[in-house]
């Protein structure tokens, strides 16, 4: 049981590049969320979905959008990176009590 | 000002007690929650209490909600250097979209 896997693990871009964020769970739960973390911020909810097909915005959904075609995986897309964007993505997916967490994405944007 | 407050940072001697911190606002808070992150890794669900709840036990791990001065507290016995990392505190209210609203997070530096 791998719960939440978030690929790629680590990534550089270029300011003004484009690239998609990927969360797979294989736990069948209905929500997932996308979140940021940056020093002394906390998480910051970034995106969400209830389910298979459905997305809502966040705290912070400015320059990103995401997508949820299979209930097991949730994509983030980067369409022009900014450096603003510089920081550590998180993936969850909830029961509904409590939610897991992927061991995160790094992103740096030069 | 913030939903979740949490003081930043804590030091303890490595064998004491940890005890942090947390306040919360909304009094319709459901659920309470502790997450720990270790260094380069994703938040960990380390426990939590439901608000009709005022105690929760684990091993060396014990909560306290205070619902009325909407104050959390976890407890850490015999606080050991693997103990190091961020915890995180978080509240929710039941139904919706089950999205809980974190605090900033609280370092802890164990020390020998």
């Known amino acids: 049981n791998a719960g939440v896997t978030q690929t790629p693990k680590f990534r550089v871009l270029k300011t003004g590049q484009s690239m998609t964020l990927l969360c797979a769970q294989d736990m069948n739960h209905e929500y997932m969320y996308w979140y940021r973390q940056d020093p002394g911020m906390g998480l910051r909810l970034i995106h969400y979905?209830?389910?298979?097909?459905?997305?809502a915005k966040g705290e912070v959904p400015d320059g990103y959008n995401v997508s949820r075609l299979k209930k097991q995986n949730f994509l983030l897309g980067l369409e022009s990176a900014a450096p603003s964007q510089t920081s550590v993505y998180f993936c969850a997916s909830t029961t509904g009590t409590s939610q897991y967490f992927g061991a995160g994405t790094r992103l740096s944007v030069l | 000002g913030e939903d979740v407050e949490q003081s930043l940072f804590l030091s303890v001697r490595e064998g004491d007690s940890s005890v942090i911190n947390c306040t919360y606002t909304d009094s319709s808070s459901t659920y309470l929650y502790w997450y720990k992150q270790e260094p380069g890794a994703g938040l960990q669900l380390l426990t939590y209490?439901?608000?009709?709840?005022d105690m929760k036990q684990d091993q060396r791990l014990t909560v306290l909600l205070n619902k009325k001065d909407k104050h959390l507290s976890l407890r850490i016995a015999d606080t050991q250097t693997g103990d190091s990392a961020i915890y995180f505190c978080a509240e929710r209210k039941s139904g919706g979209s089950y999205i809980p609203t974190f605090g900033r997070g609280t370092s802890l530096i164990v020390h020998p």
């Open positions: 209490i439901f608000s009709n709840m």
């Open positions: 979905s209830v389910g298979e097909g459905t997305t």
